[in-house]
């Protein structure tokens, strides 16, 4: 089993379409979690940071459910520009180790 | 421009030989972190330094990859005898702090393409 696992995708929505995407993961023990953004060909850039209360940026929500291993990522009324690979990250030891998923891809539709 | 760098953006290069990467973390940045990325993967932990120091080096590592960063500033990825296999992108990050929160700032990464 993967240590981080992601529905590779990709979710094909419509502007202003609400789209979800979970990530699991299988170190119980994992401490800190992450949702990075990936454009075609470029490098990977903060998206946001998963506490375990749960946190909203804007229009992007994330969660984390502790007993499920799995943390979400929800993206509410879809612009092109969301248009990306949305890659799940843990810190699985307490290290600073990090561990990527293979991402998610979104295209968003006009 | 005060993000990471890495230099070259490009290589190619034959079976057997021998390449370095390099990258220029964001100032002060006290960790650097070194990453491979394939096609329609995420990025793979290579190794990571808190200031000059290496601290964890991944076990799909193999003897011929090498890493520096000496002075703790820049740092050098060396590939020895590279493979076809270790055509990828090379990312490499920096941040700043001394818990597991701090963002990653990520460079543009090189390219390798060994033939």
């Known amino acids: 089993r993967k240590e981080v696992e992601q529905d590779p995708g990709p979710f094909n929505v419509p502007e202003g379409a609400t789209v979800a995407f979970n990530c699991t993961y299988s170190?119980?023990?994992?401490?800190?979690f992450f949702w990075y953004r990936q454009d075609c060909r470029k490098e990977p850039k903060l998206l946001m940071s998963v506490y375990s209360s749960g946190n909203e940026d804007g229009r992007f929500t994330a969660q984390l459910n502790r007993a499920s291993q799995y943390i979400s990522l929800l993206i509410r009324d879809s612009k092109l520009s969301d248009s990306a690979t949305y890659l799940c990250?843990?810190?699985?030891?307490?290290?600073?180790?990090?561990?990527f998923g293979a991402g998610t891809r979104l295209f968003v539709k006009a | 421009d005060t993000g990471v760098s890495q230099n070259p953006r490009h290589k190619i290069t034959k079976r057997g030989q021998n390449v370095t990467f390099r990258c220029d973390p964001i100032s002060e940045h006290n960790r650097l972190y070194w990453y491979r990325q394939t096609l329609g993967q995420g990025p793979e932990f290579l190794t990571y330094f808190q200031n000059e120091a290496q601290l964890e080096k991944s076990r799909l590592l193999s003897d011929r990859f090498s890493a520096e960063r000496p002075k703790g500033s820049f740092s050098t990825l060396e590939i020895q005898r590279t493979e076809q296999g270790d055509s990828a992108m090379y990312l490499c990050?920096?941040?700043?702090?001394?818990?597991?929160?701090?963002?990653?700032?990520f460079g543009p990464g090189t390219r390798l393409l060994v033939l």
């Open positions: 170190n119980s023990a994992s401490q800190s």
């Open positions: 990050a920096s941040s700043l702090g001394d818990t597991v929160r701090e963002t990653q700032y």
């Open positions: 990250v843990v810190n699985p030891t307490g290290g600073f180790k990090t561990i």
